[in-house]
């Protein structure tokens, strides 16, 4: 290998690391500051948040039917569960037959306090961001929460922050809990405006 | 660290590394080896205990987490709902090779404790999680509508 060659290595790895390291990054609401319009500006910050929303570790547990999903690629979960009467499983199978309180490596099996699936009425798989973020808002599919309850719930649920600490060779969602809270609180403040369908 | 456990009513002591598996407890510590380990990652159902009064898998659960709760394994069943679920395993003969049956049977008599009329979907969630190579569904589901039959009408042992 010439120093060309190898010059042009680290450059192009040194390119792949950072285009890495943003991808798992969340941008900050400081930086849509540029854009003028508040709407528009709502709105970049919702489809910025949606990078977590419509991450797997969040929407393998939001489906669309009544089972949850599992994997990067969200295939059907297995073994075989149902949501149940209460979300929380079948009768004599319910999620906390597998799920502990923490993630366990010795079995890989991932773990959080309180673990259920989302109510039928807060499915987002197959839903564009734009029909997420509507059904977000409204209080008769989000359990009646005000937007400030939708932000407590985002940045501070402990089920929910198990996005950011999936263990085994589970992806994170991107970012932070701390950073979606952040984005989610801008979006709030600048009138909670959906991406255009 | 030891760990104070409560197995089949009675006190247990774990001197060891918190993060075991229950099963390995429960099989090489404590000798109760009607638990069988089966795949190790929550996917067969061989494993699966009680703790207070809910149906576990004990090879995916920390030994540190059981402080303070009540495990029932397969040696400790004795409730009328387990016998009755026993004695129709004897009478439909269901086990072929019989690994994975105490994982069925602790799941069964879960079921039936939680509710005791149930169809044969209710089975089938409730047991999906209790895989048998032998294929011996038809009669694990069977033997649980006995089982159901007997107790609803006062049969059950």
């Keep these: 290998m010439t120093v060309a060659h190898a010059w042009l290595a680290v450059i192009i790895l040194t390119g792949a690391a950072a285009s890495l390291a943003r991808a ?12 003028g ?11 910025e948040a949606g990078r977590v929303l419509q991450h797997p570790r969040c929407l393998n547990c939001h489906p669309a039917g009544g089972r949850p999903s599992q994997g990067e690629d969200q295939h059907p979960h297995t073994p075989l569960v ?11 199978l319910p999620c906390v037959t597998c799920h502990q309180a923490e993630n366990f490596a010795p079995s ?13 009425e807060m499915a987002w798989q197959g839903k564009s961001l734009a029909q997420i973020c509507e059904q977000i808002k409204d209080r008769r599919r989000n359990g009646a929460k005000t937007l400030t309850q939708i932000h407590e719930h985002l940045a501070h649920d402990t089920l929910v922050g198990w996005a950011w600490a999936p263990g085994g060779n589970r992806e994170p969602a991107p970012g ?14 600048t009138g909670a405006a959906c991406p255009i369908r | ?17 918190p993060d075991t598996p229950l099963l390995w407890v429960i099989r090489e510590e404590l ?21 207070d009064s809910v149906p576990l898998r ?25 016998k009755a679920v026993q004695r129709a395993w004897v009478d439909l003969d269901v086990v072929q090779c019989g690994y994975c049956q105490s994982g069925q049977i602790m799941s069964a008599v879960a079921l039936l404790e939680k509710k005791l009329k149930v169809s044969d979907e209710d089975i089938d969630h409730a047991l999906a999680g209790n895989i048998c190579r032998c294929a011996t569904y038809q009669r694990i589901r069977a033997a649980i509508h006995l089982a159901s039959e007997r107790l609803a009408s006062k049969e059950g042992a």
Aim: net charge neutral.
């Design chain 1, 24 to 35: 798992d990054d969340l941008r900050s609401p400081e930086s849509f500051s540029a854009i």
């Design chain 1, 37 to 47: 319009d508040q709407a528009d500006r709502s709105r970049s910050l919702f489809v």
């Design chain 1, 82 to 92: 149902v949501r149940g009467l209460d979300d929380k499983g079948a009768t004599a």
């Design chain 1, 108 to 120: 890989g099996v991932p773990g959080r306090p309180l673990w259920q699936m989302a109510p039928r």
């Design chain 1, 176 to 189: 932070t809990q701390a950073q979606l809270g952040a984005l989610i609180a801008a979006w709030i403040e």
């Design chain 2, 1 to 17: 660290m030891s760990i104070t456990l409560n197995v089949n009513g009675t006190r247990r002591e774990f001197h060891g590394d």
């Design chain 2, 31 to 51: 000798g109760l080896t009607g638990t069988k380990y089966g795949c190790g990652i929550a996917q067969c159902g061989a494993c699966t205990v009680h703790v």
């Design chain 2, 58 to 82: 004990s090879c995916s659960a920390p030994v540190a987490a059981m402080t303070g709760r009540a495990i029932i394994t397969i040696e400790g069943l004795a409730s009328r709902v387990a």
